[in-house]
């Protein structure tokens, strides 16, 4: 499902002492099946924009067009738009309500109108496809460890079968293994069923390692998008609006100024292996006859 957004701007507290402008003139293009990473320093615009996706928030001048309708358009139908573009916000168990786990994962497809066997199926599929244990089920959201909650909470949207999925934050506060047990999963579901994922996140590291393509938010508007490689080579112009790059970058960049010809714009740790174990073989003295 393709997500086209032209000229769209928003105003938080429009004609008040408090007007901030949070959104200016954003064009993007989102295709079917990317897998993207936005990025931006607090306050960039990234959760704002996000909220306009699925209909929360409503621009104050543009559009967006959601497999080439305007959302905008009399007579849309904002239900079916959340049924598209499925949401997890920064912290995922505050979206958390029911008795237990499976019918809080149960509600997103009784509520599209689906039956109760058809919800439960559903249901099942989610959680086993997010790694939940079937033993935790039963049990209240709230007596789950943090990683599970964020399990539970994602399966609850995927539950909806979500064209989008948008996380905006959803690895906050979790331990790192836990961070890479859950985007692992999430990687995992956009290559087998051809999801479109936009991560929200402020960890360099896990955008450069899963996302194809990344968006960088600054005052409320685009500063730079392409692969992670064509985004991060833009490493001090980043500092300058309180970004980075990943740390790998750094290294790789302290390594030819150390005269190592290594690829500078290697962002992930499988492309600075790559790179210096063939800086270190061409380097490599000839064995003696």
């Known amino acids: 499902m393709s997500i086209k957004i032209e000229n769209l701007n928003y105003i938080y507290g429009k004609g008040t002492a408090y007007e901030i402008k949070a959104l200016r003139d954003i064009n993007l293009a989102i295709e079917d099946g990317e897998f993207i990473g936005l990025i931006g320093h607090t306050g960039s615009g990234k959760s704002t924009l996000i909220q306009h996706l699925n209909g929360l928030i409503k621009a104050d001048s543009g559009a967006i067009y959601v497999d080439g309708e305007n959302i905008y358009q009399d007579g849309y139908s904002m239900k079916k738009l959340r049924g598209k573009v499925g949401l ?8 958390l309500f029911e008795v237990d786990v499976f019918s809080d994962v149960c509600f997103g497809p009784k509520n599209q ?12 599929l989610a959680l086993q496809s997010v790694g939940l244990s079937e033993k935790y089920y039963k049990q209240s959201p709230f007596e789950l460890s943090g990683g599970q909650k964020r399990r539970a909470a994602i399966a609850g949207v995927l539950a909806m079968e979500p064209n989008v999925l948008i996380l905006d934050e959803p690895m906050a506060g979790l331990d790192p293994k836990g961070r890479d047990e859950i985007l692992d ?105």
């Open 113 to 124: 109108g689906f039956s109760e066997e058809e919800a439960a199926k559903k249901a099942r």
């Open 185 to 289: 999963e999430i990687a995992r579901l956009h290559r087998e069923r051809h999801l479109t994922i936009l991560l929200v996140s402020h960890s360099m590291e896990d955008v450069a390692k899963y996302a194809d393509r990344l968006i960088v938010m600054n005052k409320g508007s685009v500063q730079f998008q392409g692969t992670p490689r064509e985004v991060f080579s833009h490493y001090k112009e980043l500092e300058n609006i309180g970004l980075s790059a990943p740390q790998i970058t750094y290294l790789m960049h302290a390594l030819r100024e150390k005269g190592f010809s290594v690829d500078v714009n290697a962002s992930t740790i499988a492309e600075a292996k790559k790179s210096i174990l063939k800086c270190l073989r061409a380097n490599a003295e000839p064995e003696e006859v």
């Open 88 to 95: 997890v916000f920064q912290y995922p168990e505050h979206q």
